[in-house]
């Protein structure tokens, strides 16, 4: 000890005095500090009434608190070490981790007040999508929010990432795949963002006609449109990150060519499919909504693709059909159809008595059901059966409407021949049962 000089004792004095001093002025600074964000806080919370992010507020504040008190101690940690003669080097290593904490904390905290800016905003959209101009497009891209929130936290992650191996030499070298990542994120972004967009604008602009068939025409190329124009965009987007990684596209995609045209080669059946399927949607053979019957296969068509067909039977069940195999096509949905309805009547009926009552069935239907078109005829006697005079009745109605109209008329001609006393005859059996012998009886017992 004695070997030690005064001015060592001294200075070493002098800088205890120092970081005590220092301490006690970080220690005001901090309270002081924290009631200025406290008040930010209120200020913040009360802004516009917003309610809905008042915890993320409370949690962004109070990580900003935190940062500020860590980063105060830190600092006095590092000037006190200068003080009591620490190596340089532990030193300079010591501002190092004192840069990577703040570029993490710093990161982290940004990351939250993106969060509470984008919850804001949302909060205050919701206000003002009461608007009929505004609501359709704000019910289409809220969807995009939550999506919105991530990436933009996945960028602030990559990007403090890239920034705290800046500091380290050793792992400097990969920044650059940090900026690679970030362009990636924001492609991604951008293309879900622009293909919401071009959707709601083929629904937009699309489906404003008041023609019913050309209505019907849009609905069925929507689909196609909207498949498409996301083919597109996905592609350009694939062409920008193979570029963002440095990545030369041509190679690629000249592969890709002529692996499609050997894959071509061998898909006919594919290829035949589509080439149906393209037929189909210029020729307007049949559109979505039309009541279509093909093969074994009938019902309403739900929607048209490039390949396959879907269609609801009356049963519910969906047939999906390759387009390719779609031959013949009976279409109840162009222009008119008939709803046609046979019922029976005994031969000892009066037939001119029946067919007025049917024709007075035709006229009550025409003035209650806006979807017949003309009054019901009477095609006459389609056939003698063993009980039963089968008469053939036609009714023109509009398309797609041929069901529903034939089971009203059912309902009404089994009412109005029960009430006018017209019997519809059934097929009737005699069952005989004969006794068995008294031997058999004898047997059985």
């Known amino acids: 000890m004695s070997g030690i000089p005064s001015e060592f004792w001294t200075g070493l004095l002098v800088g205890a005095l120092k ?59 590092i000037y006190a070490m200068n003080l009591l003669f620490f190596p340089e080097r532990f030193i300079n290593n010591m501002y190092v981790v004192l840069k990577i904490y703040l570029i993490a904390s710093g990161g982290i905290l940004l990351a939250r007040a993106a969060t509470v800016v984008v919850d804001s905003l949302e909060d205050l959209s919701k206000r003002h999508r009461y608007r009929e101009d505004y609501l359709e497009w704000y019910n289409r891209l809220n969807s995009l929010l939550p999506l919105f929130r991530r990436c933009l936290e996945y960028i602030i992650y990559v990007w403090i990432t890239s920034l705290a191996m800046l500091q380290i030499s050793f792992f400097s070298k990969y920044v650059p795949f940090g900026t690679a990542a970030v362009q990636i994120i924001g492609i991604f972004f951008i293309t879900r963002m622009v293909v919401e967009i071009l959707k709601l604008f083929v629904d937009k602009y699309m489906m404003k006609s008041e023609n019913e068939l050309l209505n019907k025409q849009r609905r069925t190329l929507i689909p196609i449109m909207k498949s498409f124009l996301q083919t597109i965009v996905y592609f350009i987007a694939l062409i920008l990150t193979l570029r963002a990684l440095k990545i030369n596209p041509v190679p690629i995609l000249a592969g890709a060519g002529i692996f499609s045209l050997v894959i071509g080669m061998g898909a006919q059946s594919l290829i035949n499919d589509i080439v149906a399927g393209i037929f189909i949607l210029f020729e307007s053979i049949f559109l979505v909504g039309d009541y279509i019957e093909t093969g074994s296969s009938h019902g309403v068509v739900e929607s048209i693709f490039l390949r396959t067909t879907k269609i609801r039977d009356p049963n519910g069940q969906l047939h999906i059909l390759r387009n390719g195999q779609i031959n013949e096509v009976e279409n109840y949905s162009k222009g008119y159809t008939f709803a046609v309805v046979e019922v029976g009547v005994a031969y000892d009926s009066d037939l001119e008595y029946v067919f007025q009552v049917l024709n007075d069935i035709g006229k009550r239907i025409k003035e209650k059901n806006p979807s017949v078109l003309e009054e019901l005829v009477v095609r006459g006697i389609k056939e003698f059966g063993e009980s039963e005079l089968l008469i053939r009745t036609v009714t023109k109605v509009r398309p797609g409407h041929h069901l529903s109209v034939v089971f009203e008329l059912r309902n009404m001609i089994k009412n109005e021949f029960d009430l006018k006393g017209i019997e519809i005859p059934f097929a009737r059996r005699v069952v005989i049962i004969k006794n068995q012998s008294e031997t058999e009886q004898k047997k059985n017992i």
């Open 19 to 77: 970081i005590i001093l220092v301490s006690v002025a970080a220690h005001y600074f901090i309270k002081l500090n924290s009631k200025i964000l406290d008040k930010a806080q209120i200020k913040s919370k009360a802004y516009k009434n917003l309610k809905s992010n008042n915890e993320t507020i409370d949690n962004f504040f109070f990580r900003l608190q935190k940062i500020i008190k860590n980063s105060i101690i830190f600092l006095i940690l």
